[in-house]
């Protein structure tokens, strides 16, 4: 049981460029999240999904996509990187059912941008 | 929506110390209040978490108080340990809504 894994851990683009995060989840959860961590900004959600083909804007969606093509995985995809997306990238994820639970972070993907 | 402010940004106490970390929200409607801990380079993990119906949950060491009329709630960690040093997150959110909103963290460092 792997939990939650992303890849890549690490990558440096140059402004303009595009490119694709990887989220996978083996806890067979149905909400998933994307949240970027910037020094002395906390965590700030992206995008988010409630379940398999379904995704929602969080406080920061400009610039970014997500697809939730598969209940296992979250996608988020930057089209044209801005220096200002240079930040650390978390994937999470948690059960639906009664009240909140705990929500299970990966080990972050950490991008720069030039 | 809702917003949460944690203070102080940072902390530093002598070992066997305690800490105390406080945060406020907006949203009346919040009933659920994790607080996440961050080693250097990790993932945030889960520490403790209380929902609205209790004023009070322990273990072990930690502790998290609320108080629902003013709208804070507060971490306590008693005698601390050098390995308790990290950034520790509250967060709140609505039952229903899956989505938490994070505090902006606070960095506890342990001194022997």
């Known amino acids: 049981n792997a939990g939650v894994t992303q890849t890549p851990k690490f990558r440096v683009l140059k402004t303009g460029q595009s490119m694709t995060l990887l989220c996978a989840q083996d806890?067979?959860?149905?909400?998933m999240y994307w949240y970027r961590q910037d020094p002395g900004m906390g965590l700030r959600l992206i995008h988010y999904s409630v379940g398999e083909g379904t995704t929602a804007k969080g406080e920061v969606p400009d610039g970014y996509n997500v697809s939730r093509l598969k209940k296992q995985n979250f996608l988020l995809g930057l089209e044209s990187a801005a220096p200002s997306q240079t930040s650390v990238y978390f994937c999470?994820?948690?059960?639906?059912?009664?009240?909140?639970?705990?929500?299970?972070f990966g080990p972050g993907t950490r991008l720069t941008v030039t | 929506g809702e917003n949460v402010e944690q203070h102080p940004s940072t902390l530093s106490v002598q070992e066997g110390d305690s800490a105390v970390i406080k945060c406020t929200y907006s949203d009346s409607a919040s009933n659920y209040f994790p607080w996440y801990k961050q080693e250097l380079g990790k993932r945030p993990q889960l520490i403790i978490d209380?929902?609205?119906?209790?004023g009070e949950k322990k273990d072990q060491r930690i502790a998290v108080t609320l108080n629902k009329t003013a709208k804070h709630f507060s971490l306590h960690i008693t005698e601390t340990q050098p390995e308790d040093s990290a950034v520790y997150f509250c967060a709140a959110s609505r039952q229903g809504f899956q989505k938490l909103v994070f505090g902006t963290g606070t960095r506890l460092l342990v001194s022997p």
């Open positions: 806890m067979n959860h149905e909400y």
């Open positions: 999470a994820s948690n059960d639906e059912g009664t009240g909140v639970r705990e929500q299970y």
């Open positions: 209380i929902r609205s119906n209790v």
